[in-house]
């Protein structure tokens, strides 16, 4: 069964820095696309950046300039690079991938990790 599992959240001063994980295990051919996204309590769940296989990214504008998406291929990993922080940041952050299961296949399915918590206090 393919499992994302991220690491690295925590509690963290007003302008400071974390660094997410994000890595993919399981039964998979390959990862098309990674992201983050991030939610607070009883707010939907909003995109953070996002990285395609071939390495173009996309981020929210309430966090460009600040938060760096990249990717480890041969680890199956995602990064969040998240530098100076702020108190609205709070939230959990969750994983996802875009997984191709079977050489040649024609459908790519969609998986979430189960997030981890990031606190911004000022």
């Known amino acids: 069964q393919v499992q994302l599992v991220e690491s690295g959240g925590g509690l963290v001063q007003a302008g400071g820095s974390l660094r997410l994980s994000c890595a993919a295990s399981?039964?998979?051919?390959?990862?098309?696309?990674m992201g983050w996204y991030r939610q607070g309590p009883g707010i939907h769940r909003e995109l953070v950046a996002t990285?395609?296989?071939?390495?173009?990214?996309n981020y929210a504008d309430s966090v460009k300039g600040r938060f760096t998406i990249s990717r480890d291929n041969a680890k199956n990993t995602v990064y969040l690079q998240m530098n100076s922080l702020k108190p609205e940041d709070t939230a959990v952050y969750y994983c996802?991938?875009?997984?191709?299961?079977?050489?040649?296949?024609?459908?790519?399915?969609?998986?979430w990790g189960q997030g981890t918590q990031v606190t911004v206090s000022s």
């Open positions: 399981g039964s998979f051919f390959s990862i098309n696309d």
């Open positions: 996802k991938a875009i997984l191709t299961l079977v050489p040649a296949g024609t459908t790519s399915y969609q998986y």
């Open positions: 990285i395609t296989s071939g390495g173009s990214t």
